[in-house]
């Protein structure tokens, strides 16, 4: 009974967590086409937060509560499934290819700051000043994405703000779907640590393989399915960025902030194999960028295997 109870909170979370994000992102795009503010400016800060609020949320929380193994996890565990799920599961659907002008900046941006985060988990914890450096680094980078357009944009917040559809237009409207989602969010990061935590218990695991898999899995479903919804529509522009800036944020934004607030121990098993793990991903998503290749299912397939594969060998 207790691990249904704990199962059951888990879902709950995960419910209140994709709530909260779809919410506050259609508050903030609401209120985005009535302020008149620049798109570009909207897809590079709220609708990519948006995406990666319940990482944010979910890692604020378990650090603060001391399970720190939880976000650390989750952040690694989320950019290893941005990569081999979130893009080996759309390509089965349309092809993606990676051709997109400044793709091949921003990538190669997404490997360093991964290299970055390896270092500083060598030298644990992640401090106060580590947490200073990711944020800086994140500024510089939508600074440099608002401006020049050497970065692609990770959403395409103009054309779903033209069509208008499912945004608020009413000032009391619009605050009303910011206020839930803000309340939606950190409740359900609540339950997703309580839940994460007592199946941990439970299944004799560590909280960090918990993070790894089920958190950072549930905490990827907005990311997957904007990348599903973008292949739907023949859209590899917003699939390949969404998930190279989700995974830049998830480190950038959710380890700095978090970093802000309290020091990250990491715990040693990281090293040994998931961090290198998911730097392998990124360098392999960073050679089709590199060779202005086409992902398509056989490779979509081999992503995929990979994933499993990888969530098999960490509940070994």
Known sequence: MPEFIDLLKLFGGFVYLLMGGELLVRGALGLSKESHIPPVIVGMTVVAMGTSAPELMVSTFSALSGHAGIAVGNVVGS??????????????????????????????????????????????????????????????FLFAATRGSTFIELEDPEEEMDRGVGLPSYPGTITLFILLGVIALPLGADMVVEGGVGLAGSWGVSEAVIGLSLIALGTSLPELSTTVVAALRKSSDVAIGNVVGSNLFNILAILGITALLTDIPVDPEFLKFDLWFMFAASILLWLFVLLRATINRTWGVIFLSGYFGYLFVIYQ
């Open 79 to 140: 950019n290893i499934a941005n990569v081999l799920l979130v893009i080996g599961v759309p390509v089965l659907i349309y092809p993606i290819v990676c051709r997109q002008g400044g793709l091949l900046q921003q990538t190669s941006l997404m490997i360093g700051v991964s290299l970055l985060l390896i270092v500083m988990c060598v030298f644990e914890p992640i401090s106060f000043l580590e947490g200073v450096l990711l944020v800086g680094l994140l500024i510089g």
